[in-house]
């Protein structure tokens, strides 16, 4: 239900963005005299069936595959260790580029891929490890084996880790009125109007983009900061790809609050979400 109206709150899209998506959606035949331009950002939710051709791309005449449908949207995996390992791993690369490589023997064809991956799990085949309400009844290599279908490098690319409880009934029953996905936007909008502005020199709309040289220029860190992210880099083993990533999550939230410096508070909510690889990829280590 939340990656459904993750679409919600996105920036809206650029003239520039939609002319690309509906270039993609052209190509298989997905645009009508009704719709001749995409407007909306994408939302892409395959079965976990799916097989890495219709995934990435490919076929005879190669064509774009759910991660090029996704360009500039979401693509949500649910039930992520359902999928075939072999399926999730060809992500990778993707994920990293932005841009998918299919080639044949007369040719070589290039689509951008430029998405937003959010995959939902359970923490165990029966869904009740770490659970204070009832309790599990996997049996350890059975959980070991479920979690290893997502592999470390993989994991590694996945920016924000968010474990969700399950709901009680009286938040079911609640009249609280919560935020709507329109003042969210609002300022999720303001956030992306910064970031565009900071960058209209490099041709990019958002901190995902940055390469390293610009997270060097635009997500400096005091002193206080780099002491903070030098203890969390040794104590949760980071990668150096987590490294830049925590970096932009920083920048993001503190482009959320409008705050032209990456602050302490900024830094340690990104470095909070880096938390459930060690929690539950580490279960080796807790037995």
Request: charged share 30%.
């Amino acid at each position: 239900m939340l990656a459904r109206r993750l679409p919600s709150i996105l920036p809206e899209l650029s003239f520039n963005e939609a002319l690309e998506i509906t270039k993609i959606y052209s190509i298989v035949g997905l645009t009508s005299k009704e719709t001749p331009l995409i407007l909306k950002r994408p939302f892409r939710s395959p079965h976990h069936t799916i097989t890495s051709v219709s995934l990435v791309g490919g076929g005879k005449n190669p064509k774009p595959g759910e991660i090029s449908l996704a360009h500039y949207g979401v693509l949500f995996l649910d039930e992520l260790p359902e999928f075939n390992k072999n399926t999730l791993e060809v992500l990778r690369g993707p994920l990293e580029d932005r841009i998918v490589t299919i080639s044949r023997l007369n040719a070589s064809i290039t689509y951008p891929c430029n998405f937003m991956l959010i995959a939902s799990m359970n923490p165990c085949p029966c869904g009740y490890y770490g659970s204070n309400d009832k309790e599990c009844c996997c049996k350890p290599d059975q959980i070991k084996k479920y979690r290893n279908k997502i592999s470390g490098p993989l994991l590694d690319r996945i920016d924000l880790h968010i474990e969700v409880n399950g709901v009680k009934y009286e938040k079911l029953q609640s009249t609280k009125k919560e935020e709507t996905s329109e003042t969210i936007r609002k300022r999720v909008n303001k956030a992306r109007k910064i970031q565009i502005t900071r960058y209209k020199k490099y041709n990019i709309y958002s901190n995902s983009e940055l390469s390293p040289s610009l997270i060097e220029k635009f997500c400096k860190l005091n002193s206080e900061c780099k002491k903070i992210l030098e203890i969390s880099f040794e104590k949760l083993g980071l990668s150096a790809r987590a490294y830049s990533r925590i970096l932009k999550v920083a920048r993001t939230i503190a482009d959320l609050e409008e705050s032209k410096e990456i602050k302490q508070k900024h830094l340690a909510e990104a470095i909070q979400y880096r938390s459930l690889d060690r929690k539950y990829w580490d279960y080796d280590n807790k037995k």
